[in-house]
T-cell receptor, first 113, second 117 residues
Framework: AQSVTQLDSQVPVFEEAPVELRCNYSSSVSVYLFWYVQYPNQGLQLLLKYLSGSTLVKGINGFEAEFNKSQTSFHLRKPSVHISDTAEYFCAVTGTGFQKLVFGTGTRLLVSP | DAGVIQSPRHEVTEMGQEVTLRCKPISGHDYLFWYRQTMMRGLELLIYFNNNVPIDDSGMPEDRFSAKMPNASFSTLKIQPSEPRDSAVYFC???????????????FGEGSRLTVL
């Protein structure tokens, strides 16, 4: 079985500053990793995913994440955030032999002027 | 292609009433999931189906909750009788997880916001 830990429940940051949202996972098998974003009063939408290949993956809205197998991490980064990035971000993992997608508890990103 | 479609978007009902939430997954997807989201408990997986068959319903809170998937294009989540603590946003999601194109990526609907008075 897989599990995901998002240590930061909330990350406040100023506009145009860089941000990193942390995600660590646990699994005994190879994994697929995902970051989802949820804007207020909306469903979750995919930000980016790691399936295989390059460990640095780029997503929508200027976000990127790096898969680090030795540290079992998949941290999300953006070099310069905007007010519109204020949202909740969820990290998720599944085994490549498909089991259900396991979500972290989410990190609320608060961008202020 | 249309995304996952959920109805109703908002439902307000009184305690004891029956509630039915509906979901139309993306055509061709072989997995369907029902999640519940609350401030206190976050995102909880209630049940999921593979090819219309329930695979894991261990997240269903109690017998008042039931879910069906009579065909590949429709699923329902029913609460009978409803209670105030059932107030939450209920999400349906679908994915293509089998075969060479399967990745397990979930596509979510907009959610159904349920308020039980």
């Amino acid at each position: 079985a897989q599990s995901v830990t998002q240590l930061d429940s909330q990350v406040p940051v100023f506009e145009e500053a860089p941000v990193e949202l942390r995600c660590n996972y646990s699994s005994s098998v190879s994994v697929y990793l995902f970051w989802y974003v949820q804007y207020p009063n909306q469903g979750l939408q995919l930000l980016l995913k790691y399936l295989s290949g390059s460990t640095l993956v780029k997503g929508i809205n200027g976000f990127e994440a790096e898969f680090n197998k030795s540290q079992t991490s998949f941290h999300l980064r953006k070099p310069s955030v905007h007010i519109s990035d204020t949202a909740e971000y969820f990290c998720a993992v599944t085994g490549t032999g498909f089991q259900k997608l396991v979500f972290g508890t989410g990190t609320r990103l608060l961008v202020s002027p | 292609d249309a995304g996952v479609i959920q109805s109703p978007r908002h439902e307000v009902t009184e305690m004891g009433q029956e509630v039915t939430l509906r979901c139309k997954p993306i055509s061709g997807h072989d997995y369907l999931f029902w999640y519940r989201q609350t401030m206190m408990r976050g995102l909880e997986l209630l049940i999921y189906f593979n090819n219309n068959v329930p695979i894991d319903d261990s997240g269903m809170p109690e017998d008042r909750f039931s879910a069906k998937m009579p065909n590949a294009s429709f699923s329902t989540l029913k609460i009978q009788p409803s209670e105030p603590r059932d107030s939450a946003v209920y999400f349906c999601a679908s994915s293509l997880a089998s075969g060479s194109l399967g990745t397990g990526e979930l596509f979510f609907g907009e959610g159904s916001r349920l308020t039980v008075l």
